[in-house]
């Protein structure tokens, strides 16, 4: 696809590349330009590539993984959170070196769209991008995750995740249609409004989740492993989904979101023996937000779900604990 791109559509492509390799930079942008597309910025510094974010709007971002002076990672998915730059459904290929299997969950959950190890030949570039301009993945929006969707099929005992197909405009460049700005913006609300609605629900459900994580984790006196890292995750989780309230006619579960947060700070204080009286009003707040916000689920069902989510989490931690290498010191 890439050859049979008209000219000018190919120099209408803004596109970014951020690493630390100049020498690799340069022969990159060389590679682009050959192929037609010209329209090409280049950072060696992932900081000034964040604060030129909302001056630029390119269509496609190759970026290394591991940049110094910046976590790539943690920005792609601020990008992807909308708390970035003007376009959170930018193409976006992750450039690395050989990594650690520890690393792939890292990549992966950052939202990129591809992951290319390097050294990177060019025609590898282009078959990334025929990609995006022709079956780019549709997106998901979770809890904690807005990216393309790589799952293999919905869990069981989980409601299913619907996807989105978020605006392109590499794919709408390459087809040589012009970009309105307005039109895109207008695509792109419409989209994000989409999503966090999907994201509310998520996080609602996250909290119950975490609710529950903590009570066990209490009931096995696990407070400074499992115990502190539900209450943080309980924290955010609830910071989170009051900050998606904010512009929604559901002002009624932020109200709420606060109570349980001050029920918290006090299970928190009370801390390695909270009342019985806090962790079931822990219980019921959750209870309040997620039934409050998806009125046709019952209490009993909202409880089975979590239930199954916390029997998925152990599994998933016991299959983590054993694929881990055995010390033989």
């Not at 209408?12 to 597309?37: E, K, M, Y």
């Not at 459904?89 to 690395?96: D, K, Q, R």
Request: charged fraction near 25%; hydrophobic fraction near 40%; charge should be positive.
């Amino acid at each position: 696809m890439i050859n049979t791109i008209d000219a000018a559509a190919k120099q209408s492509v803004q596109i970014v590349l951020v690493d630390p390799d100049v020498q690799l930079r340069n022969n990159l942008r060389q590679a682009l330009s050959s192929a037609g597309f010209r329209t090409v910025a280049d950072y060696n510094h992932i900081k000034k590539f964040q604060d030129d974010l909302d001056k630029i709007f390119p269509d496609l971002l190759l970026i290394d993984a591991h940049m110094p002076e910046g976590d790539t990672c943690q920005m792609i998915r601020e990008m992807r959170m909308n708390r970035l730059g003007k376009n959170p459904f930018l193409s976006v290929i992750l450039t690395v070196w050989q990594t650690k299997i520890d690393d792939i969950e890292k990549l992966v959950s950052s939202g990129a769209d591809h992951i290319l190890i390097k050294p990177i030949a060019p025609q590898a570039i282009f078959e990334r991008m025929e990609a995006l301009m022709e079956r780019r993945r549709p997106f998901v929006a979770t809890s904690t995750y807005v990216g393309p969707d790589r799952r293999k099929g919905d869990r069981e005992g989980v409601d299913p995740i619907p996807t989105f197909h978020v605006p392109n405009t590499l794919k709408i460049k390459a087809t040589n249609r012009k970009v309105d700005v307005d039109s895109l913006q207008r695509a792109i609300d419409q989209t994000l409004n989409k999503m966090n609605d999907e994201m509310i629900l998520r996080l609602a459900f996250q909290i119950a989740f975490q609710v529950k994580r903590l009570l066990v984790a209490l009931g096995k006196a696990d407070i400074e492993g499992e115990g502190d890292q539900a209450l943080r995750d309980l924290k955010w989780a609830l910071m989170e989904l009051n900050h998606r309230l904010a512009a929604t006619a559901y002002q009624q579960i932020a109200e709420l979101c606060n109570k349980l947060n001050t029920v918290v700070e006090g299970v928190i204080r009370a801390m390695p023996n909270p009342s019985e009286r806090d962790r079931q009003l822990m219980v019921k707040l959750a209870e309040a937000i997620n039934l409050g916000l998806k009125s046709n689920q019952n209490p009993a069902e909202l409880a089975s779900k979590v239930v199954k989510a916390m029997q998925s989490y152990e599994s998933k931690k016991a299959r983590k604990v054993a694929a881990k290498p055995v010390s033989t010191r």
